[in-house]
């Protein structure tokens, strides 16, 4: 993924590997990486105390994707059925994040990220239980900043459910990404959202992160929480 954070007073797009290694992991790949944080907990976990507190990261996204468990009434077996949710009008937005770097004893450096989740709105509730986080257009900045004791808990109302008003859940057809019905067609992909908070344009070319994104696949979260 390409999460926008700050470091030293700039804003910076990089690549970043889905799945937090803390930076004070022996072995990144001797455990599961998480993939997504509960933002209630998010201040209280070793795993995330301190990306939450100085790491805090946006990720673009035009849409994520969720999976309903459903029964066949006929066979009693399980399945799923896919949606994707995305706002009506197709503009992208910015998904709350933190990020992290490990360094080895070979000074080789991975940085990595995950996406915070939070209570359901009413859209997703029929769906799920839980839904990314996606921070309000004009709070970019606010987000990024390194924050602390009462700036972090200025944070906390940016993490709770979205309104949903402009937002739909499109149906889509089982094994597949492709939505439903004979209208059904590829979504192709589209810029990252604009940066609409008056952060500073030098890394990006106007402001905008140069990565072009495809929704988000949020089976994520029935990835490992911590």
Known sequence: HYPLRRQRQMCIRDRALWGLVPEWSKDPLGRSRPINARCETVAEKPFFRGPWRHRRALLPADGFYEWQ???????????????????????????????DRWCGPDGGELESCVVLTTAPNDLLRRVHDRMPVVIPDGLEQAWLEPADGAGLRALEPLMGPWDPAAWEAVKLEPGSLLPAGPAGGGLAPIAAPPLSAGLPAAPFQQGKPQASVRAVQLNLLDGPAI
């Open 69 to 99: 468990n459903r029964t066949d009434p006929a066979t009693g077996k399980p399945w799923k059925q896919p949606w994707l949710f995305r706002r009506r009008d197709g503009s992208p937005f910015w998904l709350g994040g933190l990020w």
